[in-house]
């Protein structure tokens, strides 16, 4: 990007360039005073001058402009040396497969609190697989859109937790961000079921309006981190929730459930300073 200072130089050399001719005819063609040499001597040697000093700007401009330009390749190129990208998977467990590192954790309960609901437990694997480490990770989560309010949980911490606690991966390394969802669902109850009234499997079905208490609903991950240069990185990651009922419908058993999965990892951008 050219500097402003080099468009303010530019600017005013084209201004100079149009005034000084008329200068050199009002002060020099158009004067009085005596002179040793004759007007086209003058007007000779001014117009050798001032072409002399309009080329030495330009080519100074130039210069400037292809230092800058190459300063700045230089600095992408140092940059891409040291670059981290992050690579990410999901697997529905909960127990920590490949690496021992755990870099954030989302546990989230439903309300209402005093529901003891299903856990829904998920580790999403976030992976430097670019030339440079990864530094300073900043992890945001937008709000659950399931018509319920959700809270915070602690979990709890041990010195083998906070021994496994990471914010920054080496080129290769890869760190666990578990997720932990206590949904809290009501219980389905008998009168909850219609009755066809013929035997067999099909007999019973939950009602409409307790298949569809609970809806889909997205989980919005904000990622950013560092590289060596404090250049910041943004990615977002987005999980997708299926809100279902299962069970033995033909005894009358059933109760919510949900599946989440990923839905979009989007790729590594460059956040302007």
């Not at 041990?158 to 990471?166: F, G, L, W």
């Not at 035997?199 to 919005?220: A, C, D, P, S």
């Not at 560092?226 to 279902?244: A, P, R, V």
């Amino acid at each position: 990007m050219i500097p402003k200072k080099v468009w303010w130089i530019l600017g005013i050399s084209v201004i100079a360039v149009f005034l000084l001719p008329l200068a050199i005819d009002w002060f020099i063609i158009g004067n009085s005073f005596p002179s040793n040499i004759s007007n086209s001597d003058w007007v000779s040697f001014f117009g050798g001058y001032i072409g002399a000093l309009i080329g030495a700007v330009v080519s100074l401009i130039g210069i400037i402009i292809t230092i800058r330009y190459t300063n700045e390749q230089n600095k992408k190129d140092r940059e891409l040396q040291v670059r981290p990208y992050c690579a990410i998977r999901y697997v529905h467990d909960n127990k920590l497969r490949g690496t021992n590192k755990v870099i954030a954790e989302l546990p989230i309960g439903c309300e209402p609190k005093d529901n003891n609901g299903p856990e829904y437990s998920s580790i999403l694997y976030i992976k430097n697989i670019g030339l440079g480490p990864a530094i300073e990770f900043e992890f945001n989560i937008d709000d659950m859109d399931d018509g319920r309010d959700h809270y915070p949980i602690l979990m709890q911490r041990d010195s083998d937790t906070s021994n496994r606690a990471v914010n920054l991966l080496q080129p290769g390394e890869e760190a666990a961000f578990p997720i932990h969802i206590f949904f809290n669902f009501d219980k389905i109850t008998e009168n909850d079921f219609i009755d066809f009234g013929e035997e067999g499997l099909f007999r019973y079905t939950v009602k409409h309006e307790v298949m569809q208490k609970y809806k889909n609903f997205n989980i919005v991950i904000h990622m950013k981190y560092h590289d060596m240069f404090n250049n910041t990185y943004y990615q977002k990651i987005t999980l997708s929730s299926n809100m279902h009922v299962g069970g033995k419908f033909n005894e009358k058993k059933a109760e919510h459930m949900c599946d989440v999965n990923l839905k979009e990892i989007t790729t590594p951008v460059k956040i302007a300073k």
